[in-house]
């Protein structure tokens, strides 16, 4: 590996790191298939048993190198899920609190929206 090629890959390494934080999310779509959106909305589909991905990256280097989103899938989706749980113990936590006091509706869902 080169010099430039070892930079390349830090940096690629360090933005696979952030992808939750950078506002990616991702979906399972398919068995071994992920799908990651960026926060500007575009589309990447990783194969999580081959480690490939469609992005730009990866095709352009036709997968001499990973690219951000086949390293960093696994912490994204820990990340996703430890957020979930967050929100879902917060949630909990507020139901438990509420009494007779609270508004009527407050907790109300409208599924048929």
């Known amino acids: 590996m080169t010099l430039d090629e070892a930079r390349l890959m830090a940096n690629v390494n360090g933005r ?6 950078d506002g990616y999310r991702a979906r399972w779509n398919g068995v071994g298939l992920l799908e990651i959106r960026s926060a500007k909305g575009a589309t990447y ?4 048993e081959a480690e490939t991905c469609d992005c730009p ?3 352009a280097h036709q997968g001499r190198h990973p690219c951000k989103h086949s390293l960093g899938w696994r912490l994204l989706v820990s990340r996703q899920r430890a957020c979930r749980r967050l929100v879902l113990l917060l949630l ?4 438990a609190d509420l009494d007779d006091r609270t508004p009527a509706g407050f907790l109300e869902v409208n599924c048929h929206d």
Not at 16 to 21: D, G
């Open 92 to 95: 909990l936590r507020a139901w």
């Open 57 to 59: 990256f990866y095709r």
């Open 16 to 21: 696979a790191q952030r992808l939750f934080e």
């Open 45 to 48: 589909l990783v194969d999580t």
